[in-house]
């Protein structure tokens, strides 16, 4: 039981105590593999004491301490299966840590191969390392994050990188030192809109609230009280470079910061974050800053370490790289207002561009390296465009997606109250006959029949790191406080109802693709029908609305699904790569199809579905009536955007709900 619940630490111990008195258990072997790993930590020189420390979510039970498990060489130690912070010293040596990670991947119901876990650590000497930097070995690199903007494999020497970004404390000394004023610090032209300026022009847009040469957001040249331990924001490239060249230091080329961030970690099936492979049904809480209100400590949140030791390379704040891709900057790793998923995407940002989601952290190479460590600019993307489908093959593919109006057979099941709505979980017969499972939220205090909005999740949903009713609280709670309904349904592949066990996501040119496609529609449309029984609701004010993988998705599901009245896209975005999709469940062929007003939401510099190459195509892709809204900003806008952008159009369409 312990095991299914997937307390691995408490059911290994207890497995440990079984096997004293029955040490041949069938039962009991069967099982161990899923609970236990073996451990091999060897040193260079041996002989360094190692600890690890145990990931809980509440920080306790007694593999939450950090405990000496021996010195090295140590070979097929078994241990709990779990996430980890490894530690080795030596005297005379730098400390090195690490997260380590040794829970079996699952996909679905099925689980994935874990190989024992082998580390292998040459110490430094402690004075060949820079305070507060980790050493990244050298080696042949290329990017495999889900936007790398190249496929070029570059050589990096080996180079220290700080483990903490800047902190407001850090960048206090650079400006004490007249880091502003010394020349010598700034090393780069300054191209302001295509243009080159002098220094002294460049210095005017490097002011805090003072008029003071210092971040944006201070204030007399000081940071905010109680936020010395805080990442600097709210700089431009320019400074982050100059505050680096201080340091004797630069800023990490794109491969140096993935390297440092994940060394190569991907698969195509699951999230890969920092500290190892995300689990359907696991969240990013205490190990990465994401979906937040700020900023944390830069030394907070030691589970999420990179295999390096390198601190909140997911999260916190966006951090600036060396490389050019265009006339703009790259960003890496997301930040405190992003969903998880965006620490496997690249920004874009022009250089005197300054946010409090930007910080930094600096590299130091060695002086013999070779190479420019993958510091060219990148090469900029090109721009697609696509052709319209006929309204025959339209007419076609939309055969695919018809269904039987059966008995819904719908029950709700349970209902919880809150000051502001009523939130109901509805079972209904889906696809398949299987039973699905839908939300509807009724604000309190509004007249009924309610304006309706019909959402579909972000990807943080679709791979399993939030719950479906967290994402509609979280984003949509200004529209149901402003008097409108929000109804939502579970789809195949969600927390609630995961995949078969031995599931693969099917090609995206297969038939199994436009099967499970047809699958999410009927869910889809299934609870629609639902839903117009629902004499609370207002069904002739239905709207669609999307974020980022749900307004992908939603340009399918508009274009199969005639009810709508209308459509809001928040962070949408057709992929070049849908071209090869099987045209009866590619998106780009729905899209032009919808007729519907829609709205469109788009970050200026997002960076999971780039506005110029993801977004604009697009556009111009849907038919009239349409409307496009750019904010500045990256993937997510904020929840004050958001809400001012949606509530204000649903007033346009359907007028203010009526209290």
């Known amino acids: 039981e312990l095991a299914r619940a997937d307390k691995n630490f408490e059911a290994y111990d207890l497995a440990l105590e079984i096997r004293k008195y029955l040490p041949d258990d069938e039962a009991l072997n069967k099982l161990m593999p899923t609970l236990s790993n073996t451990l091999t930590v060897n040193s260079k020189p041996s002989g360094a004491r190692v600890y690890l420390k145990g990931y809980s979510p509440d920080g ?83 990017l495999v994050n889900w936007s790398r903007p190249t496929q070029k494999q570059v050589h990096l020497d080996g180079f220290f990188i700080d483990k903490y970004e800047v902190s407001n404390k850090d960048f206090k000394e650079f400006i004490t030192a007249g880091g502003y004023q010394k020349k010598e610090f700034w090393q780069f032209p300054f191209v302001r ?29 000081n940071y905010p009280e109680g936020k010395a331990d805080y990442p600097v924001t709210d700089i431009t490239w320019y400074e982050a470079a100059a505050y680096a060249a201080f340091r004797g230091k630069q800023l990490p080329t794109v491969f140096q910061w993935e390297k440092a961030a994940r060394d190569g970690a991907f698969d195509p099936r699951y999230n890969a974050m920092p500290w190892g492979f995300i689990r ?58 992003d969903l998880p998923y965006s620490f496997g995407d690249y920004g874009e940002y022009p250089g005197f561009n300054s946010y409090d989601k930007l910080g930094f952290r600096c590299v130091l190479n060695s002086p013999d390296a070779k190479g420019d460590q993958g510091s060219e600019p990148l090469p900029p993307p090109q721009i697609p465009v696509y052709k319209p489908s006929s309204e025959a093959e339209y007419k076609t593919w939309l055969m695919h997606y018809d269904y039987d109006k059966k008995p819904l057979q719908a029950q709700i099941i349970e209902t919880q109250e809150t000051e502001a709505w009523t939130r109901e979980k509805i079972t209904f017969k889906g696809e398949n006959d299987e039973q699905a499972i839908a939300y509807l939220y009724l604000p309190k205090n509004y007249a009924r029949p309610l304006q309706v909005v019909h959402y579909l999740p972000p990807g943080d949903v679709v791979a399993g790191l939030r719950y479906l009713p967290d994402s509609v609280e979280m984003f949509l709670t200004p529209v149901l406080k402003s008097g409108r309904a929000v109804f939502t349904v579970v789809l195949k592949g969600y927390n609630q109802r995961p995949f078969p066990p031995n599931y693969l996501p099917p090609e995206r040119t297969t038939v199994e693709f436009r099967k499970q496609a047809v699958n999410w529609m009927t869910d889809l449309r299934r609870g629609l029908d639902y839903l117009e029984t629902r004499t609370e609701v207002d069904f002739k004010k239905l709207t669609f609305l999307g974020i980022s993988n749900g307004a992908n998705l939603g340009l399918l599901t508009i274009g199969v699904e005639k009810r709508y009245n209308s459509a809001v896209f928040i962070g949408v975005g057709v992929d070049p790569e849908w071209q090869n999709w099987i045209p009866e469940a590619n998106f780009i062929n729905f899209a032009p199809h919808a007729r519907m007003p829609k709205l469109l939401v788009h970050g200026k510099y997002d960076e999971t579905h780039p506005l110029a190459t993801f977004l604009e195509p697009l556009y111009k892709l849907m038919s009239e009536p349409k409307k496009l809204v750019i904010y500045d900003g990256g993937h997510i806008p904020t929840i004050e955007f958001l809400a001012t952008s949606v509530n204000g159009w649903l007033d346009e369409r359907h007028g203010a709900p009526a209290k």
């Not at 460049?202 to 944006?216: E, N, Q, V, Y």
């Not at 030791?309 to 960003?331: D, H, I, L, P, Q």
Request: charge should be negative; aromatic fraction near 10%.
């Open 60 to 142: 306790k039970g007694k593999h939450a301490e950090r405990q000496l498990i021996g010195e090295t060489p140590i070979e097929n130690l078994s241990i709990a299966r779990g996430q980890y912070v490894l530690q080795i010293e030596k005297d005379g040596f730098a400390k090195f840590e690490r997260t380590i990670s040794d829970v079996i991947p699952r996909i679905g119901g099925s689980f994935i191969e874990s190989p024992p876990v082998k580390i292998e650590v040459n110490l430094l000497e402690a004075g060949q390392v820079p305070d507060r930097m980790a050493f990244v070995p050298n080696g042949e690199y290329s």
């Open 193 to 221: 809109e295509g243009k080159e300026i002098s220094f002294e022009e460049a210095l005017k847009a490097f002011k805090d609230r003072t008029g003071l040469s210092a971040p944006r957001a201070w204030t007399n040249q």
């Open 280 to 337: 359907q049904g696991e969240t990013t809480n205490n190990r990465a800053n994401f979906g937040n209100s700020g900023a944390m400590p830069v030394e907070s949140l030691e589970f999420g370490m990179s295999p390096y030791g390198v601190y909140n390379m997911a999260g916190n704040v966006a951090e600036w790289c060396f490389n050019r891709s265009g006339n703009k900057f790259v960003t890496s790793g997301g930040a405190w207002n």
